[in-house]
């Protein structure tokens, strides 16, 4: 069996699910709680560098929660947040300092904040303070959306877009200068012929080298499974002798950290 890459890792897709802090029902559902110190136990046979806990539906706007696991977490440790309608610019530079760096439009499963809204808010925090914004989207949606995506300055998809289809609307983004987050591989549906995952990784990344971003996603909450060893050898698959690049490299430089 090949083995797993030992190589530094930048995770960029992790959720902390802290109890201490405040969590909203989203459709019914409440995750398990996963603290900071069940990641670092979950991920303590790799070399974890730094990377970014991300905002999920269940903490809603709640920025507790974000900076207490961004205290934890340390050195290398960045938070993409969700924020409230009336956010302004005290508050954005208020998050930046303590480790923000992004902001999170869910439109799989909320919070709804109305689209013009976030745009808004992506647009001043970039002009803020350099924020990029991350999309959880399926890339079937792209085209539908493109006169918002349009007005942003700097963005990316989560989870390699969800789906195969819509892949070439993907592909049409990164060539513009968007993002794809390789993460979530529990949750995605890419099974038809020729539009595998290994094959969308390897046509992103033939795009755009410095496009993809390597995030386990963990917990995993609701995917059908959680982030395995065996992730990161379909990455390798896909993209060489660039792995240190994906797994690292191109994640540190999306959040503005020194390589």
Known sequence: M?????????????????????????????????TAADYRRSMAHHDVRGGAVVSGSFQADDQTYLRAALAELGD???????????????????LHAAGVRALRF?????????????????????????????????SSVLP????????????????????????????????RGAKVKVSGFGRLAFDRPGAGIVEAM????????????????????????????????AIAEAVGDDLPRVLSDNGRAWYGLPA
């Open 202 to 233: 390897r046509r992103i990344h033939a795009t755009d080298p410095t496009a993809l971003v390597f995030g386990s996603d963990l917990p995993g909450t609701r995917a059908p499974r959680s982030f395995r060893d065996a992730d990161l050898l």
């Open 106 to 138: 869910n439109l799989v499963r909320g919070p709804f904040t109305d689209l013009d809204t976030l745009v808004d808010q992506a647009v001043l925090a970039h002009d803020l303070v350099g924020w990029h914004a991350e999309i959880y989207v399926e």
């Open 2 to 34: 090949t083995p797993v890459p030992d190589l530094p890792l930048f995770d960029a897709h992790v959720h902390v699910i802290d109890p201490r802090f405040p969590l909203v029902p989203n459709r019914g559902f409440l995750p398990d709680p996963f």
């Open 144 to 175: 539908q959306l493109a006169p918002v995506l349009d007005r942003l300055p700097a963005f990316g998809i989560d989870h390699l877009g969800m789906t195969a289809d819509g892949l070439d609307a993907l592909l049409g983004r990164v060539a």
């Open 76 to 94: 290398g440790w960045v938070g993409v947040t969700q924020l409230p309608a009336g956010a302004d610019a005290v508050m954005i530079r208020d």
